[in-house]
């Protein structure tokens, strides 16, 4: 019964906050409001907080890093988690990425591309809120998925509330290619979703669930 408390909560805000904001002006395209954007509805949740961020060089507002944007905002931002590629995405793919301490801000960098690739409890043990933001191309083997899946979970696992900062899919208007066929289920694959699956990152992870 508790976990199941839990998972509505998180769930709850996900949708809340993550909803794109679409405008349409004369003779102009529609536009699109990355959920990172929305300042307005997710900051009340992070008031008097302490805040992790997950996120990399992607994470932006505007021409401001998100991280930067909340600090600025008076945010207290104790920790920061990094994916494949590393925090600031000066990694080769594929490369282990160390823990580091963040030379811009001074913030505790943990990866989750290195030694681990889930948070711990102890990764999680001072923090309030988690946030998660990252761009991703809409592909299977890109491995920010399956980083989301893993933050979800522990997210649950800790009762920790998580915030996904949702952005566009470039490739969201068509699905292609198999189904990941899930004995063969590994860190470049860990959905049973097409290659192209036509979803964004919010959604995604929970097509196996």
């Known amino acids: 019964m508790k976990s199941t408390i839990y998972c509505s909560l998180v769930l709850l ?11 349409s002006k004369q ?11 929305r300042m307005d509805v997710y900051l009340p949740f992070l008031k008097g ?32 988690f990094g994916p494949e590629h590393g925090f600031r995405g000066d990694a080769d793919a594929g490369e282990h990425v160390n823990d580091e301490v963040d030379a811009r801000t001074g913030l505790p960098v943990i990866s989750l591309y290195g030694k681990h690739k889930k948070a711990t409890k102890d990764d999680l043990k001072d923090v309030d809120i988690l946030i998660f933001d990252i761009q991703d191309v809409g592909v299977r083997f890109y491995t920010f998925i399956s980083s989301l899946q893993y933050f979800l979970e522990a997210a649950l696992e800790n ?15 068509y699905v292609d290619g198999p189904v990941l066929d899930m004995p063969f289920k590994s860190f470049v694959g860990m959905q049973p979703v097409p290659i192209v699956y036509g979803m964004t ?3 995604c992870p929970d097509a196996g669930r």
């Open 201 to 203: 990152m919010r959604i």
């Open 159 to 173: 009762h920790k509330p998580l915030l996904i900062l949702d952005r566009p899919n470039p490739n969201g208007f």
């Open 27 to 37: 003779n102009n395209p529609a536009t699109i409001k990355p959920g990172a954007e």
């Open 13 to 23: 805000i996900l949708c809340f906050t993550t909803t794109a904001q679409t405008t």
């Open 49 to 80: 907080k302490t805040v992790a961020v997950f996120a990399n060089q992607t994470s932006m507002v505007g021409h401001s890093h998100l991280v930067d944007t909340l600090i600025r905002r008076g945010i207290k931002v104790v920790r920061i």
